[in-house]
């Protein structure tokens, strides 16, 4: 037996109790982490357009999915704990214990693949803002084609809550053409010379959008003739640092993404905390009832336990109860075919026979 | 003749206790919710006193706090009288005190009346505190290295992002104020020059706006500058074009922004009052039931209670008669010595 503890009549009631409380304490919680996963599917959402897949959204949708069946679960572990002192109604949940203790372990495991996912998936979210955001700067004309007239809105928006220019830093802006040809007077000499001045004719500037304006700037903005120090009066074009923002808006918005997520993580860790607590006591409340209503004194002391044999036998055991499933699932289909199936039925025994597992009957003798 | 009689048995008695006691406690949870209504207002106005030049008046919302802390200790103290009704001992040691709490409850429903009037009409003087405060505030734009005034700038063009509005009326007010710090203008230049000697006061005006006017969802990029020169701009009309900088003034937004708010607070103080009212009026029924036994001897027994005891009429005029009682009392105190000389 794995870490045995006596129980008696008196400790049984406390205990199904307590995991009563706690049982309904995880209920809470699984509805946290599914509240935690709304909200961060709601502000990747808000952003979608300057992304460009939503593989991201594999963490939130984990956490939905895991909140919701955690809210199942628990509420299950408190039914099972108000019936458990009661011997005539505890036997039904025998079987469905079972099944139980293999959904939370697996919400335990989800729980952490979250936390790992949401570090490793760190690379890919800058990817996708790379992307999102390039095709973004260079739609930002065209607000009168259908389908991108909102670019210049959204990013404008962006750059502006963020507080960040571009996409790795405001030069990203001399490269596009971000003024419309609807506003460009062709017949003026300078947009004559830009548009000559590049490969595909395209009206260049060395000027940005007003929303890479930093407010906090001593000076009125300046946006256009940025490379050029003779354009404004006092102005050296190395030494500027305020008058735009100097960060990029894909850092600006991996930074927001990452901290919000890092910051969710003792939250997950805790609610793991909690569910692992409710795993392990529900499971010594069931051996212990389990003990008790075997006595001839139902009301006597009982052992419970985690584990009815040691770790390494319980592993065999149930490999061996696996093993005999599947066999039992192909022996039918072979019995109707005849030697085919033989052949098939013996692979399995062979198979077990070289693993040296406990002895299992071999079917097609 | 009682105002509104009502007969109570013990079982009836009991549950009205039960009942007013139970009002108690929403009572002074709806207490708390004025007590932090009035901070959140006054925390509000903290935060952009800048705009307001630091003149705006705090007394709305630290009446809201202290209205909010007495609604929550009277509520207390109710409940507490209401809890110990149902003994007859421990009420023997609340009834001498109850009339006038009752009164003074009521002068309190009064006042918080009187609150909720006047969250909706401070909209009136707030409206002068911002126009002035702008004004001033738009003057201090360029004095970004003036101690004291540096952060000017930064308040307002981010004022104007958040809110979505220029200027104190409309974005014209930045045409009538040089906005742009001498430090970063070329006196030598010819159209500096020029512009200085147009004016008297020897202002650098411009037909141009700061950045923050600009309005996003403007398809074409934003136009700052010389915004009254059609030809300065190819396809440019600036009496049509309005989706180029917020044509809301600064003022309009924040009074369209601070009334929100006391509208709801105010909204929120009337029904604060019906509550108060209605435990006051259970506490006046809990009360005067508790005093009219009909044997005084046995705690178990029928009685009658109130809300007033004689009509609203006959009420009303023995208060004036003990108003007149009264100073007559202290006229006769001080008119003694002549009584006796005439005597």
Known sequence: ?365 | MALLPVKFDLKKRVKLAQTVWFMYWFAVLAGVLVLSMGLFFKIELRKRSELMDNNESHFLPNLLILMGLIACSINVFGGKVCYDSLDPDKFAKWKPMLKTYLVFCVGFNALLLVTAVLCFLMRIPMQFTLAEGLRNGMRYYKDTDTPGRCYMKRTLDLMQIEFRCCGNDNYRDWFEIQWVSNRYLDFSSKEVKDRIGSNVDGQYLMDGVPFSCCNPSSPRPCIQAQMTNNTAHYSYDHYTEDLNVWKRGCRDALLFYYGGMMNTIGALVILVTMLEASVTVGMQYVHSSLCNLANPEDPESESEGWLLEKTVKETFTDIMDKMKSMGKGIKVEEGEPVVETVS
């Open chain 1, 1 to 365: 037996m794995l870490l045995k503890i006596t129980f008696t009549q008196q400790r049984r009631v406390r205990l199904a109790q307590g995991l009563w409380l706690m049982s309904w304490l995880a209920v809470m919680s699984g509805a946290f982490i599914f509240c935690l996963g709304v909200y961060l599917k709601t502000e990747l959402l808000r952003r979608a357009e300057v992304m460009d897949n939503t593989e991201i959204h594999m963490v939130p949708n984990i956490l939905m999915m895991v909140g919701l069946v955690s809210i199942g679960t628990n509420w299950v572990a408190t039914r099972v704990c108000q019936d458990s002192l009661d011997a005539s109604r505890f036997p039904r949940w025998k079987l469905l214990l079972m099944a139980w203790f293999a959904v939370a372990m697996l919400l335990c495991c989800l729980l952490l693949a979250v936390v790992v996912l949401s570090y490793a998936l760190q690379g890919r979210l800058e990817e996708s803002l790379k992307v999102g955001l390039r095709n973004g700067i260079r739609f930002y004309k065209d607000t009168d084609v259908p389908g991108r007239c909102f670019q210049k809105e959204t990013i404008d928006r962006l750059q502006m809550e963020f507080r960040c220019c571009g996409n790795n830093n405001f030069k990203d802006w001399f490269e596009v053409q971000w003024v419309s040809n609807r506003y460009l007077d062709f017949t003026s000499k300078d947009v004559k010379d830009r548009i000559r001045s590049n490969v595909d004719g395209r009206f260049l500037l060395d000027g940005v959008p007003f929303s890479c304006c930093n407010p906090a700037s001593p000076r009125p903005c300046l946006q256009y003739h940025l490379t050029d120090n003779s354009a404004h009066y006092s102005y050296d074009y190395q030494a500027e640092e305020l008058n735009l923002y100097s960060r990029g808006c894909r850092q600006a918005l991996t930074d927001y993404y990452m901290e919000m997520m890092n910051s969710t993580g003792p939250g997950v860790l805790s609610v793991i905390l909690i569910q692992m607590s409710v795993l392990v006591s529900l499971r010594y409340l069931q051996t212990a009832v389990e003990g008790a209503t075997a006595l001839e004194d139902p009301e006597g002391e009982s052992v419970g336990y985690l584990l009815e044999k040691g770790v390494k036998e319980t592993f065999e055991d149930v490999k061996a109860n696996v093993l005999d499933i599947l066999k039992f699932a192909q022996v039918d289909p072979s019995a109707a075919e005849g030697s085919p199936g033989a052949e098939d039925a013996e692979k399995p025994a062979d198979n077990t026979t070289e693993k040296a597992a406990s002895p299992t009957p071999s079917p097609a003798s």
